[in-house]
């Protein structure tokens, strides 16, 4: 069974369909080739006069056009589940232990461009760039009633959303196509084609330069804000391999005032409670949920366990060094002999657990009901951006410096590493420990070269096909090679 069958049910336990469905009619309103149902396939953009369009005339039609342009980063293929599944399995991390042969393909990192997960990513990402097109387009223009400092703020937040997504998808097919407005017909939507790898990162930061002059500051941890732009940049410039710049970056977030949460577990709560660490986040309710903690947790406690830590991660966090370890179990003895998993790290403490029946599974997001507010970007993050910058740039004991304050959150004692590659090592690992199940480890393999020997797979496989549904309705757009 694929995935995409199975968001056409309820969650197990439940009544609600599931946000996927929700969603989709939502976005037809403004992507007039919607098919209805599950087997909807994207048409490249929508055109203009659509229903949103003319509902954006007075400020309260603004308003809600923004929140939703917010609201489509709750989908289910977005950051409300399966952008951070498809961000993970590929790499060693994440084991498919399910039913969902789309996932399946992904975790053996053989994806077919009929993967049907894969297009409903796509599918997500791009009616999250419809919805501000149309904003932006519609804002272009004053709105009755509407002043102008509001105004442009919404116009700051839009190009801030459009900036994260097109993100999201550069780093995971390439170059994509470009869209920055509303497409006049259908026709002409159709003969879009794709732009280069660069033009996208060129747009990318254009769209944060602009959010830069619009957005009014506020404190809201769940809209874009300067610090936000910031941030984004600074993960924008890491890819970029343009270290100098992430290091302004991430000096501007540390400006701000960030700081690390006191503990890790603070950080992923059931509701999802404020912390000073907290840069962007998704809200997440009983009602509009992520599937992200019911896909980990074990059946045992209500969840799916669609996906679960692999052997090769938990490894990783060195449990070895606790004398009572066993290697084979991946567990410790307590005094009274009973198997228990107590590592060290209380990243894995929280992270990674054991139901009664010894299966492995994800407990970093604490509840099945969903309703936990879900990281975009978090300040752990951007440190870790600035010290593989001063690393990749020689400045050894700085970046040092900077991945033994994460360590020391974590319980665990300083690295030590002399050579500029066993510092950039050191800051690998600690990426892949600290934002396991985050959506970071595949994209990180491939951006730092890693990923075709560490996974023995083809060059052309580091890039997800582009769904064969959105290259038929536009044969304009290329097929990345290989597929």
């Not at 056409?8 to 969603?23: A, E, L, S, V, Y």
């Not at 970029?240 to 970056?249: G, P």
Request: charged residues 20%.
């Amino acid at each position: 069974m694929s995935a995409r069958a199975e968001y056409c049910k309820p969650r197990t336990g439940t009544t609600q369909p599931m946000r996927f469905n929700i969603n989709r009619a939502l976005v037809s309103l403004t992507f007039i080739l919607f098919a209805v149902g599950c087997d909807s396939t994207l048409s490249v953009e929508p055109v203009s006069d659509t229903p949103e369009d003319r509902a954006i005339v007075d400020p309260t039609g603004a308003r809600a056009a923004l929140a939703g342009a917010y609201d489509a980063l709750q989908d289910g293929s977005y950051y409300g589940g399966e952008l951070l599944f498809f961000s993970d399995l590929p790499s060693e991390d994440v084991d498919w232990v399910g039913t969902f042969t789309d996932y399946a393909e992904a975790d053996d990192n053989s994806l077919r461009t009929q993967n049907g997960s894969v297009e409903t990513i796509w599918e997500s990402l791009y009616a999250a760039v419809g919805s501000v097109n149309q904003l932006i387009k519609r804002l272009a223009t004053p709105v009755t009633g509407l002043d102008d400092a509001e105004r442009d703020d919404m116009l700051g937040q839009s190009y801030f959303l459009r900036a994260l997504t097109y993100h999201n998808l550069v780093k995971l097919w390439g170059g994509v196509p470009l869209r920055l407005e509303p497409a006049p017909s259908v026709n002409e939507a159709s003969q879009i084609s794709r732009s280069t790898e660069a033009e996208v990162y060129t747009q990318i930061l254009s769209d944060l330069d602009q959010a830069e002059l619009l957005i009014a500051n506020t404190s809201d941890l769940r809209r874009a804000t300067l610090g936000a732009v910031d941030a984004l940049r600074s993960r924008v410039y890491l890819y970029q391999e343009d270290w100098a710049n992430t290091i302004v970056a991430a000096d501007a977030v540390i400006a701000a005032g960030y700081s690390l949460a006191p503990n890790f577990s603070d950080l992923f709560t059931p509701d999802g409670q404020d912390t000073p660490e907290d840069i962007f986040r998704v809200s997440f309710t009983p009602q509009e949920f992520t599937n992200v903690g019911f896909y980990y947790i074990s059946r045992s406690f209500g969840g799916r366990r669609e996906l679960s830590p692999s052997f090769e991660l938990i490894d990783a966090f060195g449990f070895n060094a606790d004398p009572n370890y066993d290697p084979d179990t991946l567990q410790t003895t307590n005094d009274d002999g009973d198997l228990t998993f107590q590592p060290l790290d209380q990243r894995a403490a929280w992270s990674i657990s054991f139901d009664a029946r010894n299966r492995r599974y994800g407990s970093k997001y604490p509840t099945t009901e969903g309703a936990e507010d879900q990281h975009v970007i978090r300040f752990a993050e951007v440190l870790l951006n600035k010290a593989e910058a001063l690393a990749q740039l020689g400045q050894l004991s700085q970046a040092l410096a900077i991945v033994n304050q994460i360590r020391a959150r974590a319980g665990i004692p300083n690295v030590v590493a002399t050579s500029q590659q066993a510092v950039i090592d050191a800051i690998w690992t600690e990426r892949r420990l600290e934002l396991a199940f985050e959506g970071f480890r595949w994209p990180d393999l491939v951006r730092t070269g890693q990923a075709e020997a560490l996974l023995s797979i083809p060059a052309f496989q580091t890039l997800f096909p582009i769904p064969q549904n959105e290259v038929d309705v536009a044969p304009n757009i290329a097929q990345n090679p290989g597929y």
